[in-house]
């Protein structure tokens, strides 16, 4: 079965919450999860290559930017090779702001700029995930293993 990272930034749990609802679906689907929040744990872009496919979660910041947590992954992408690499990108917003979701945007933009094999939506939750997001989460993970299972 498949071994995944799940690094996500959450500043007030909203993407905490949906990052713990897709790893529920990508557990029973028996693979194995791997987390950590850019914050709190050391991440090197290079240990991706240990893995059959990546998840990122990050939230929005000053008009649809990234955190400064997550930043410097995303600028250490453009020095790894992930092509063909199964991701997905996810992250919470307010739908308030006009730039909303753009942190998840951006970092999509960058897994895509990089030729990996990305998840189609870019899966953004207006704040906390209500019933219906709880249900695209799962939906969301769910395509996301039957892309990395395709390439078991
Ligand atoms: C100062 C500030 C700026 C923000 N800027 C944006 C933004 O540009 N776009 C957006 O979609 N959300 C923006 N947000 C909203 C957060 O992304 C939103 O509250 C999100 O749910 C936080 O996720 P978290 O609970 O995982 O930290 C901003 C929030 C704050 C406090």
């Known amino acids: 079965m498949g071994k995944v990272l799940m690094l996500y930034a959450s ?23 791997v987390t950590k929040t850019f914050d709190m744990d050391p991440i090197d872009v290079e240990e991706l290559a240990d893995y059959d496919g990546v998840l990122v979660g990050t939230y929005s910041w000053d008009d649809g930017e990234l955190p400064y947590e997550s930043e410097d992954f995303y600028e250490e992408l453009d020095d790894v090779d992930i092509k063909g690499m199964v991701a997905g990108v996810f992250g919470s917003g307010d739908s308030f702001y006009d730039s909303f979701g753009g942190a998840a945007n951006l970092m999509g933009d960058r897994f895509e700029a990089r030729g990996a094999n990305l998840v189609p939506e870019r899966l953004i939750v207006d704040l906390e995930p209500d019933k219906k997001d709880v249900e695209r989460c799962q939906k969301f993970a769910e395509v996301f ?5 395709e390439n078991l």
């Open 11 to 33: 500043m007030t749990g909203n993407t905490e919450m949906m990052a713990e609802i897709i790893t529920d679906v990508v557990e029973q689907r028996n693979h194995t999860v």
């Open 145 to 149: 293993c039957g892309m990395m299972e």
